[in-house]
């Protein structure tokens, strides 16, 4: 791989961004993130992350909004997005939107890692048909 690969983590919350964020460049990935959906789409068409780790509940603008404007953008709608929830009930439905992955919280270092890295080197197999575990399918 001659550059890391970027990945855009979106979540309300700072702890939870900062533990993802830790994870993934252990992983060798590197790192942006974004506190809101309003943000997020701001550094998603701006930067052009390789994939998103995306949190479902979030205040003013949920993940699941968030999900259907990169959808429906061009420039971001290919970008394989990673979402994460406290509720399973979620899942259908990110999948369904077009997320790659859904990972229920709290979930397992290495299942977000085989998430992101299934993701970015499948990112137009269907969710279905991918094998890492949390995952829709």
């Known amino acids: ?27 060798g990935y590197t790192t942006t993130s974004a506190s809101n959906g309003s943000e997020a789409l701001q550094v998603a068409l701006a930067q052009r ?15 699941m909004t968030v999900l259907s404007k990169l959808k429906a953008e061009a420039d971001t709608r290919n970008v394989p997005v990673v979402m994460l929830s406290a509720s ?8 369904d939107a077009g997320a790659r992955f859904f990972l229920s919280k709290p979930y397992r270092a290495e299942d977000l890692v085989t998430a992101v890295t299934k993701a970015l080197d ?11 575990v949390g995952e829709a399918g």
């Open 122 to 132: 499948a990112p137009h197999t269907p969710p279905s048909a991918c094998a890492a």
């Open 1 to 27: 791989m001659n550059h890391k690969r970027e990945i855009l983590i979106v979540d309300d919350d700072a702890d939870v961004r900062f533990a993802v964020a830790a994870r993934l460049v252990r992983a």
């Open 49 to 63: 992350p390789d994939a998103i780790v995306l949190d479902v509940r979030m205040p003013d603008m949920d993940g």
């Open 88 to 95: 399973v009930v979620d899942q259908n439905r990110a999948i």
